[in-house]
Nanobody, 125 residues
Framework: QAQLVESGGGLVRIGESLTLSCAFSGRVFSSYAMAWFRQAPGKERERVGAISWTGGNTDYADSVKGRFTISRDNAKNLAYLQMNNLQPEDTAIYYC??????????????????WGQGTQVTVSS
């Protein structure tokens, strides 16, 4: 079955940047639309953004628009989340997720069938 493994989390200061990676295996990567979610303590999991099968389309939450960029490399079976100008409210566990379906831009966590284990991002002042 398809599997996802995130990496790249860590502790950064306000205004710094971080790039998360998500390694896909087990199926044909280009058949899956991808998304990044995050979950802060005591809060619901929220979608950060999504990317279509070829990477030609992306969509972002308003809270990260202009600061975060999602990309993918189908030849390497990798997806990325580039995060710039990080703020304390970006502190969360970040998850990559995937689904195979007709609409690449799915908004809700329950619509994604494959999940990584998560990676912690902490932004300190």
């Amino acid at each position: 079955q398809a599997q996802l493994v995130e990496s790249g989390g860590g502790l950064v200061r306000i205004g710094e940047s971080l790039t998360l990676s998500c390694a896909f295996s087990g199926r044909v990567f280009s058949s899956y639309a991808m998304a990044w979610f995050r979950q802060a303590p005591g809060k619901e999991r929220e979608r950060v953004g999504a990317i279509s099968w070829t990477g030609g389309n992306t969509d972002y939450a308003d809270s990260v628009k202009g600061r975060f960029t999602i990309s993918r490399d189908n030849a390497k079976n990798l997806a990325y989340l580039q995060m710039n100008n990080l703020q304390p409210e970006d502190t969360a566990i970040y998850y990559c997720a995937a689904h195979v379906g007709s609409n690449w831009n799915r908004m809700h966590a329950y619509e994604y069938t494959v999940w990584g284990q998560g990676t912690q991002v902490t932004v300190s002042s």
